[in-house]
């Protein structure tokens, strides 16, 4: 079971879409939001992981044209949540983001995340610590991972709002949220070039 939890640790605690997103909506705009998103984030990743332990993700993602529609959504919808980190509270950005992220950005942000589907792929079909009860096993694993992404997450946001806090210049800030937007970007891009 300690491997399991180091596994979990590690496993979330690494940049992806939605530890970067979380940074970024707290720099941007604050605890509050930040909150609301990561509540989204939460609903969202516990969605995916009930889809992949009922094995639904399985049967989805094996169809090639349900995986590109879903790489798509993916992709355009992390564009537009990084857009919105990257110009908010800018002068010089096309169109200031005035709402934050909120909490069905979180949901929907979860649910087209490839990092999320390995991730839960990789923790509920491997790591088995409890033979004589695959439910057992389950529920351990559910409550196991909520309890170490639950901090993780808001670490994460407080990671962003003490960037905040820095009281940067605007340019610095605006660098610093074009970053992170980018950042978040990139892991998408590594974590689709993977091997399938």
């Given at each position: 079971?300690?491997?399991?939890?180091?596994?979990?640790?590690?496993l979330i605690?690494?940049p992806g879409?939605?530890?970067l997103?979380?940074?970024?909506?707290?720099?941007?705009?604050?605890?509050?939001?930040g909150?609301?998103?990561?509540?989204?984030?939460f609903?969202?990743?516990?969605?995916?992981a009930?889809?992949?332990?009922?094995?639904?993700?399985?049967?989805?993602?094996a169809?090639e044209?349900?995986?590109?529609?879903l790489?798509?959504?993916?992709?355009?919808y992390?564009s537009?949540?990084?857009?919105?980190?990257?110009?908010?509270?800018?002068?010089?950005?096309?169109?200031?983001?005035?709402?934050?992220?909120g909490?069905?950005?979180?949901?929907?942000l979860?649910?087209?995340?490839?990092k999320?589907?390995?991730?839960?792929t990789?923790?509920?079909?491997?790591?088995?610590?409890?033979?004589?009860s695959?439910v057992?096993?389950?529920?351990?694993?559910?409550?196991?991972?909520n309890?170490?992404?639950t901090?993780?997450?808001?670490?994460?946001?407080?990671?962003g709002?003490?960037?905040?806090?820095?009281?940067?210049?605007?340019?610095?800030?605006?660098?610093?949220?074009?970053?992170?937007?980018?950042?978040?970007?990139?892991?998408v891009?590594?974590?689709?070039?993977a091997?399938k």
């Amino acid at each position: 079971m300690l491997t399991f939890a180091l596994a979990v640790f590690f496993l979330i605690i690494t940049p992806g879409p939605g530890v970067l997103s979380v940074a970024g909506v707290g720099s941007a705009f604050g605890s509050g939001p930040g909150a609301r998103y990561i509540a989204g984030l939460f609903v969202g990743t516990n969605l995916v992981a009930i889809a992949v332990v009922s094995g639904m993700a399985a049967i989805v993602l094996a169809n090639e044209n349900i995986r590109l529609v879903l790489l798509i959504a993916s992709v355009g919808y992390l564009s537009y949540l990084a857009g919105k980190i990257a110009f908010s509270g800018t002068k010089i950005a096309f169109k200031e983001a005035s709402k934050a992220p909120g909490f069905w950005d979180g949901i929907i942000l979860q649910t087209v995340n490839p990092k999320a589907y390995a991730v839960n792929t990789t923790l509920f079909t491997g790591f088995a610590f409890w033979p004589d009860s695959l439910v057992m096993e389950t529920v351990l694993k559910f409550l196991i991972i909520n309890a170490i992404w639950t901090p993780i997450h808001f670490a994460w946001l407080y990671a962003g709002m003490s960037l905040h806090r820095l009281n940067l210049a605007p340019h610095v800030q605006r660098r610093v949220n074009i970053a992170m937007a980018t950042s978040m970007l990139l892991v998408v891009g590594l974590a689709l070039m993977a091997p399938k």
